[in-house]
C-alpha cells in the first residue's frame, strides 16, 4: 500500500509525469479521507499537529497582516483621496482583506511555514524508517501521520486567515485614522454598512479553507513520496512551496470569478 | 542441503521467491522457525536477512513462495489480518527507527498508547520495568536525538518487547553495544525466551554472541538456506559454506563481491596487459 | 510536568483566537454590527422611489442611529414603495410630522433614511405612519431635468406622497 506510493517509476514525457503526480495525489487524497474515522482515535495527535501547524504559525501571521494592513490603508487612502472618497477607507481594506488579501497571503505564508515543515517532516519519518517501524507497531502510518497533519492544516488556516484578517484591520485602523486622520466613526460606520457577513467573511472563509486543503495534500503528499535520501527531501520541499503557491493562485482565480 | 521439517513451527518459509530491481535476492529459500526458540539468522552481508523479516511481517511481499507465521499465510492476508498479526510481533529495527517526535518514554509507551487502553500508572509501570531492563529508565525522559546509537538501539529493543509479543524479530541487536550492554542485551534475548517462552529470531554477525543464545541457526547464501543447525555444529564447520564463512574467508561458494564484470575490465586494463 | 497536557491546551488556545477573531470580523465589521438588540416599535413610510436602499440601512435622526429599514415592499394600491423602519423603543419621542428622506452618505457612501423632526404633540408609535416623505435622488433625474430646463431640481424631487405618480 504505501510501497507503491513511495516509488513512482518514470514516465514518459514531463507532461505524462506531471499527469500522474496529480493522479497519484488525488488517490492519496481518497486514501487520507478514508483513513479519517481511524485517525479520530489520534485525536491527541491531531491537537499536537494543530499546535504545530497553527499556533507556532501565529506570529508570522500576525506580523505579517499588522503591515499588510498598515501598507493598504496607505495605497487605499492615497487612491480614495483622488475621488474624495477616503470616508470609504475602512470598506475598502476590509473587503481587500476578508475576500482576497486575507485567505491568499495566509495561504502563501502558511505554504512557506507549516507546508515545508510537514513535507521535510515526513520525508525524513520515511528516510529514517519511522513509517515503516509505525506500520510494525500496526498503526498505520497514513492514519497517524498523514491524515492528522493534513486535518490540522485545514482546521488551521481558516483561522489563520481570521486573524490575518483582523490584524490587517488593526493596522489599517492605525494608520488611517491615527496617522492619516479618517474620521473614526466614519472608518467604521462605512465600513459596518457596506461589508456582508456572508458574501465577504464567510466565503472569505471558505476560501481560506479552500486553500487549507491543497496546501496541506501537496505538503503531506511531497512528504509521503519524497525519496528517502537527503537530497529527495530538500526538493520535496521546494516543491511544495512551488506547486501550492501556483494551485492557491490559480484556485483563487477560479473561486473568485465562479464563487464570490 | 536438505531442510528436515521441524514438528512445531511458529514460522514456516516455503520455496520463497523474490525479484528485487530484477536481482534475485531469494530463489526458493524453505526454513523453519520453531516455536519458543532462539533462531538465528546468519549470511554474509547483502543476501537478504533483512528482507526476509520484512517478509515474516508482511512489509514486502514474495513473487512466489509461501510463508507462514502461526498458521497465517502472510502474503495473502489483508490490512486488518495484518495488523492484527504485527501486533503481536516485536520488530528491532537495524537503525533503531525511533519516532523523533518523542521522548525515550513515549517511543516506549507508543505501541501500549496506539493497542491497549491502560491506565497510565500501569503503563509507566511497563514502560519503566522495560526501560530497566535495557538499562535506561534514568534516560525516559531524554529525545532520540540525545542518545548515543547504542542507546536507541536498546531504546528500540524495549519498545520491540513492550507488548510481551509471541514473536520477536531482532534486526543486529549487538551493533554498537560496548560489552557490558552487550551481555545485558544477551541475557535479555535469553531472558524473554526463557521465562516467557517468547520465539525470537536474531539476525547478527557476531557468532560469538550468537552462540550464547540461539538454540538454532540458519545460514543463507545465495538466496537459499544452505546450513542449518545448532551453533556448535555450524562452528565444526563440515560444510564448504560453514567453513568459508566462519573462517572468514573470502573465496568459497559464498561470494565476497556483490556481481560484477571482469575486475581487470572494470580497472581499464586490456586482459593481457593485467 | 506533562507535556501533553500544555499541547492541548496551546491547541485549544489558538482554536479559540481564531474563532475569536472570526467572531469579531463577522459582528463588528459587518452590517451584522447594524442590528439593533434592542426592542423596537415599527413605523411605516411610504416613497416614490426608494433608490438602491435596502433592508437594514440605517435609520438616523439628526445623523444619529435609531433604528434601520426592516423591509421594503411595491405597495399594489398606490404602487409606491412601502418602507417599515423598526426604530428603537428608546426613542419614542419623535413627533408623529415628522419627515422622511432618503439620503445618501457621502459620494460613494449607502443610502439610509433621515427623519427630521415636526413640530407635532403625537408621537411615532408601533403601526404609524409617516406621511411626509421624500424619495431618493436620483441622479439620472436630475441631469435629465437640468438638461430640459424644466423646474429646478429641489422642486421635482420634493413631491410628497400626495404628489406621487401623477406624473407617470
Ligand atoms: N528496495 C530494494 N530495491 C532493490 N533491491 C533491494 C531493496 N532492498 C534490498 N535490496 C537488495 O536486496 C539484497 C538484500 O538486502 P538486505 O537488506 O536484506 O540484506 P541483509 O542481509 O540484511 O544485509 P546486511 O547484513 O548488510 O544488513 C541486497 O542485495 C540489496 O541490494
Ligand atoms: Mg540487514
Not at chain 2, 560453514?242 to 561470494?255: L, N
Request: with cysteine.
Amino acid at each position: 500500500m504505501s510501497a507503491d506510493m513511495k516509488t513512482r517509476a518514470p514516465r514518459g514525457g514531463m507532461l505524462v509525469d506531471g499527469l500522474a503526480q496529480v493522479g497519484d495525489c488525488g488517490l492519496f487524497l481518497l486514501n487520507m479521507l478514508g483513513a479519517i474515522p481511524r485517525s479520530l482515535r489520534h485525536l491527541r495527535e491531531i491537537s499536537r499537529q494543530i499546535w504545530f501547524v497553527g499556533a507556532m504559525s501565529l506570529v508570522i501571521i500576525m506580523i505579517s497582516g499588522l503591515f499588510v494592513g498598515m501598507v493598504l490603508a496607505l495605497q487605499l487612502y492615497y487612491t480614495l483621496s483622488i475621488f474624495g472618497g477616503t470616508a470609504a477607507l475602512g470598506t475598502v481594506v476590509a473587503l481587500s482583506l476578508y475576500r482576497e488579501l486575507g485567505p491568499v497571503i495566509t495561504a502563501l505564508l502558511f505554504a512557506g511555514r507549516a507546508g515545508t515543515a510537514m513535507t521535510a517532516e515526513i520525508g525524513l519519518m520515511r528516510a529514517t524508517d519511522q513509517l515503516a517501524a509505525m506500520e510494525m507497531m500496526a498503526v498505520d502510518p497514513i492514519a497517524f501521520v498523514a491524515t492528522p497533519r493534513f486535518l490540522a492544516g485545514v482546521i488551521a488556516m481558516p483561522l489563520l486567515a481570521n486573524v490575518f484578517s483582523l490584524l490587517g484591520l488593526l493596522g489599517a485602523h492605525l494608520v488611517g485614522v491615527t496617522w492619516l486622520g479618517v474620521d473614526n466613526g466614519t472608518f467604521w460606520s462605512n465600513m459596518t454598512s457596506n461589508v456582508d457577513v456572508w458574501k465577504d467573511i464567510v466565503n472569505g472563509t471558505w476560501k481560506a479553507l479552500a486553500f487549507g486543503v491543497v496546501v496541506s495534500l501537496i505538503a503531506v503528499f511531497q512528504g509521503y513520496t519524497a525519496p528517502p535520501t537527503s537530497e529527495g527531501v530538500a526538493y520535496a520541499t521546494t516543491r511544495t512551496v512551488v506547486f501550492a503557491s501556483i494551485v492557491v493562485l490559480a484556485l483563487d482565480f477560479v473561486m473568485t470569478a465562479f464563487l464570490m | 542441503m536438505p531442510i528436515e521439517a521441524v514438528a512445531d513451527a511458529l514460522v514456516e518459509v516455503r520455496d520463497l521467491t523474490t525479484l528485487l530491481s530484477g536481482k534475485a535476492v531469494f530463489d526458493g529459500l524453505s526454513l523453519d522457525i520453531p516455536r519458543g526458540k532462539v533462531t538465528a539468522v546468519m549470511g554474509p552481508s547483502g543476501t537478504g536477512k533483512t528482507t526476509l523479516l520484512k517478509h515474516i511481517t508482511g512489509q514486502m511481499r514474495p513473487d512466489r513462495g509461501t510463508l507462514r507465521v502461526d498458521g497465517q499465510n502472510v502474503p495473502t492476508l489483508g490490512r486488518e489480518a495484518l495488523y492484527a498479526l504485527r501486533e503481536r510481533i516485536g520488530y528491532l529495527f537495524q537503525n533503531s527507527a525511533l519516532l523523533t517526535d518523542y521522548d525515550v518514554f513515549e517511543n516506549v509507551a507508543f505501541p501500549l498508547r496506539q493497542h491497549a487502553r491502560l491506565p497510565e500508572v500501569l503503563l509507566r509501570n511497563i514502560v519503566l520495568t522495560k526501560l530497566q531492563a535495557v538499562g535506561l529508565r534514568g534516560a525516559a525522559r531524554l529525545m532520540p536525538s540525545e542518545l548515543s546509537g547504542g542507546m536507541a538501539r536498546r531504546v528500540a529493543l524495549a519498545r520491540a518487547i513492550v507488548f510481551d509479543p509471541m514473536l520477536i524479530l531482532y534486526d543486529e541487536p549487538f551493533v554498537g553495544l560496548d560489552p557490558i550492554a552487550l551481555n545485558q542485551v544477551l541475557k535479555l534475548i535469553r531472558t524473554l525466551n526463557r521465562t516467557l517462552g517468547i520465539t525470537s529470531i536474531l539476525v547478527a554477525h557476531e557468532f560469538a554472541a550468537v552462540r550464547q543464545v540461539a538454540d538454532l541457526v540458519h545460514l543463507i547464501a545465495n538466496g537459499r538456506c544452505v546450513a542449518s543447525g545448532t551453533p556448535e555444529q555450524l562452528a565444526r564447520g563440515e560444510s564448504d559454506w560453514t567453513r568459508q564463512f566462519f573462517g572468514g574467508e573470502a573465496d568459497g561458494p559464498v561470494p565476497f563481491q556483490y556481481p560484477a564484470g571482469d575486475y581487470a575490465t572494470a580497472l581499464g586494463f586490456t586482459g593481457a596487459a593485467a | 510536568m506533562n507535556p501533553r497536557r500544555s499541547f492541548a491546551a496551546g491547541t485549544g488556545l489558538f482554536i479559540l483566537l481564531g474563532f475569536a477573531a472570526l467572531a469579531y470580523l463577522a459582528t463588528q465589521t459587518s452590517s451584522v454590527a447594524n442590528f439593533s438588540s434592542g426592542p423596537t416599535y415599527d413605523v411605516v413610510a411610504q416613497f416614490d422611489n426608494v433608490g438602491s436602499l435596502k433592508d437594514r440601512a440605517p435609520v438616523k435622526v439628526a445623523g444619529v442611529r435609531v433604528g434601520s429599514v426592516k423591509s421594503i415592499q411595491l405597495d399594489n394600491q398606490s404602487m409606491e414603495a412601502k418602507v417599515t423602519l423598526a426604530i428603537d423603543t428608546r426613542y419614542n419621542d419623535i413627533p408623529d410630522d415628522s419627515f422622511a428622506k432618503i439620503m445618501t452618505s457621502g459620494l460613494l457612501g449607502d443610502q439610509f433614511v433621515a427623519l427630521s423632526p415636526g413640530g407635532s404633540p403625537d408621537v411615532l408609535k408601533n403601526g404609524s405612519r409617516i406621511i411626509n416623505t421624500q424619495s431618493a435622488m436620483q441622479l439620472e433625474d436630475l441631469i435629465g431635468k437640468f438638461l430640459v430646463g424644466g423646474s429646478s431640481p429641489a422642486k421635482a424631487s420634493s413631491a410628497g406622497a400626495a404628489g406621487g405618480k401623477s406624473g407617470g
